[in-house]
């Protein structure tokens, strides 16, 4: 499921935009994780991915 939605998105980004997702997404797990000792489920992370990806493309097109 995750291995899916991931090569989905690298094929639809190009690899400097697939980094800084990957980094957002693993910041935001590791600080919910760190500071509440939250552990996330596969639809979570693929939804975290998702606002992620919105994220970098809205930031991308304001430029």
């Not at 899916?4 to 997404?25: A, G, H, P």
């Not at 596969?42 to 919105?54: A, L």
């Given at each position: ?6 090569k989905d ?5 190009t690899?400097?935009?697939y980094k800084?997702i990957?980094?957002?997404v693993?910041e935001?797990?590791?600080?919910n ?6 552990e996330i489920t596969?639809e979570?992370?693929i939804?975290i991915?998702k606002?992620?990806y919105?994220i ?8």
């Amino acid at each position: 499921m995750i291995i899916e939605f991931l090569k989905d998105l690298r094929s639809r980004i190009t690899e400097e935009e697939y980094k800084i997702i990957l980094n957002i997404v693993r910041e935001d797990i590791q600080f919910n994780f760190i500071n509440f000792n939250k552990e996330i489920t596969q639809e979570e992370f693929i939804e975290i991915c998702k606002i992620s990806y919105n994220i970098v493309i809205n930031f991308k097109l304001g430029e």
